[in-house]
């Protein structure tokens, strides 16, 4: 994974409600009780987050639970009431206004559920907004849009209105708009909530090529633990405007911190979450029928495996560190208990 930091948040608390700043002075870590006697709203409470470049760091939580309000307090949409954020080392609580407009304008690109594009443009200049905002030249911009529009696969339609495209095609316009400015980081609030669920899926496998070829940075959101496992590197678990849980897919699946995220993990197959790594067996003596990758999804491997007469090695940064068979994939997809023997 990745190691360099992008963005840090420290004890952000976003609080709702008269002299919230001044409350919280005075009561640096309230509960529900304080909070409800004082008459105000804990939306993000004591958010801790690190993010990394270049991974997909997906804000998980049922409606309600501050998932929107903690992302807009990433790139102070709304003010948090406390806490400290580093925007690549920066203090973005103490930036003014301009450099805040500057930091959005070139760094951070956003997709919002609802799509959010401008009727009256075309879908070439919806795309090109953005960079006429910068005051971009057109042949430029145009030049741009036109790059971005056939990333996303709709060349061919920059001439149309939104109101002549589905709501899949219409997010993809929203999607080459928010990249078009080339940011560092994408930040996106459930930008495929409001499709229908075959096109929601299409839409996911598009973005996760898309992040194959761009490598960007990623806050993404949703309220849907199965989009969650399939885009996460990892994930944070909001609930009642707490984090309560950050970790990868596998970890939240293997050891889930409180009885609220394992809820969200029961259902979910173990094949699709588990790694080679977390179910490999000790290296044995072989002969094996090749070599896999350790961070391999147990499901993505199963047909290489079941296929195959003898084990592969697992190997990982060019070293074999285990052993994988037919058995121990079968036992992964059934959810049956199993001790790994060398193979
Ligand atoms: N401007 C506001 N004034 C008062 N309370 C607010 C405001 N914005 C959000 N809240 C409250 O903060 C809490 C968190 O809201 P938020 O929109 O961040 O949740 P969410 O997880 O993004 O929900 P959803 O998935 O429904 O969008 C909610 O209880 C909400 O009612």
Redesign the pocket.
């Known amino acids: 994974m990745p190691r360099t930091r992008k963005l840090l948040c420290r004890n952000v608390w976003k609080i709702?409600g008269p002299q919230a700043a001044a409350f919280l002075a005075r009561t640096p870590d309230p509960d529900d009780a304080a909070l409800r006697e004082a008459g105000l709203?804990g939306?993000v409470r004591a958010a801790d987050v690190d993010i990394r470049e270049g991974e997909i760091f997906v804000i998980m939580?049922?409606?309600?639970?501050?998932?929107?309000?903690?992302v807009r307090c990433l790139s102070r949409l709304v003010e948090p009431t406390g806490g400290e954020i580093q925007f690549d080392g920066e203090d973005l609580l103490a930036m003014t206004e301009a450099q805040l407009t500057q930091l959005r304008r070139r760094k951070i690109g956003m997709v919002f559920q609802n799509f959010a594009l401008l009727p009256h443009l075309t879908v070439l200049q919806n795309v090109a907004f953005p960079l006429d905002v910068q005051g971009v030249d057109r042949r430029t911009r145009e030049a741009r849009a036109h790059e971005m529009i056939e990333i996303v696969g709709l060349k061919g339609r920059e001439a149309y209105f939104p109101r002549q495209l589905s709501g899949g095609q219409q997010q993809r316009v929203g999607i080459a708009r928010s990249l078009v400015g080339e940011p560092e980081i994408w930040f996106l609030d459930?930008p495929f909530s409001a499709l229908d669920p075959l096109i929601r899926r299409e839409m996911q496998d598009e973005f996760m090529r898309l992040q194959g070829l761009l490598k960007k940075t990623i806050v993404f959101?949703t309220?849907d633990f199965d989009e969650a496992i399939r885009l996460a590197d990892r994930i944070a678990v909001?609930k009642d405007?707490r984090i309560v849980q950050t970790a990868t897919p596998e970890e939240l699946v293997l050891n889930p911190a409180t009885d609220y995220v394992a809820e969200f993990t029961k259902h979910i197959p173990r094949g699709k979450v588990l790694t080679l790594r977390a179910v490999m067996a000790p290296l044995g003596r072989g002969p094996y029928a090749g070599d896999l990758d350790a961070a391999v999804r147990v499901a993505d491997a199963a047909d290489r495996i079941e296929a195959a007469n003898l084990p592969f090695r697992v190997i990982e940064d060019g070293a074999p560190i285990g052993s994988i068979g037919a058995a121990a994939v079968v036992d992964v997809l059934i959810g049956r208990p199993r001790v790994p023997a060398a193979e």
């Open positions: 709702y709203i939306a939580g049922l409606s309600g639970s501050g998932k929107s309000t903690l459930e959101i309220h909001m405007g």
